[in-house]
Nanobody, 122 residues
Framework: QVQLVESGGGLVQAGGSLRLSCAASGTVFKIDVMAWFRQAPGEQRELVASITRGGNTNYADSVKGRFTISRDNAKNTVFLQMNSLKPEDTAVYYC????????????????WGQGTQVTVSS
C-alpha cells in the first residue's frame, strides 16, 4: 500500500509564507510526476503546480512567481514553497503522485494525500 502524508498547512496573514511537504511511504518503486492541487469551498479542485522526476515544473498562472515546487527523489517527498500569499490562496491543498509500486509494474497509479488546510487572512 502507498500513503501520501502532507504537512505544513496553517493560518497565515496575507503576504506571508508557508511550506508544504508531502512524503510517500509504503510500497514505492518509482514516483513519476508529483503535484499539488487545491480546492476552495464551492470550487473544483485545480492544479497548482507539478514536477517531473527530472525536475521539469509547471505552474498555474495564478501562482507563478510566488510558489515554488521541488522534490527530493531519495526521500520520495515533494515540497511547495508558498510566498506572498493572498486570501484567494485559501483552500485545502492536496498532494498527488503517479507511482509504480514494483519494478515489475506495467503502469503508474495515481495517489492522493488527505489534504492540508491553508488559510490566508487579509
Amino acid at each position: 500500500q502507498v500513503q501520501l502524508v502532507e504537512s505544513g498547512g496553517g493560518l497565515v496573514q496575507a503576504g506571508g509564507s508557508l511550506r508544504l511537504s508531502c512524503a510517500a511511504s509504503g510500497t514505492v518503486f518509482k514516483i513519476d510526476v508529483m503535484a499539488w492541487f487545491r480546492q476552495a469551498p464551492g470550487e473544483q479542485r485545480e492544479l497548482v503546480a507539478s514536477i517531473t522526476r527530472g525536475g521539469n515544473t509547471n505552474y498555474a498562472d495564478s501562482v507563478k512567481g510566488r510558489f515554488t515546487i521541488s522534490r527530493d527523489n531519495a526521500k520520495n517527498t515533494v515540497f511547495l514553497q508558498m510566498n506572498s500569499l493572498k486570501p484567494e490562496d485559501t483552500a485545502v491543498y492536496y498532494c498527488n503522485a503517479a507511482i509504480a509500486a514494483y519494478a515489475s509494474s506495467t503502469h503508474l497509479s495515481g495517489y492522493w494525500g488527505q489534504g492540508t488546510q491553508v488559510t490566508v487572512s487579509s
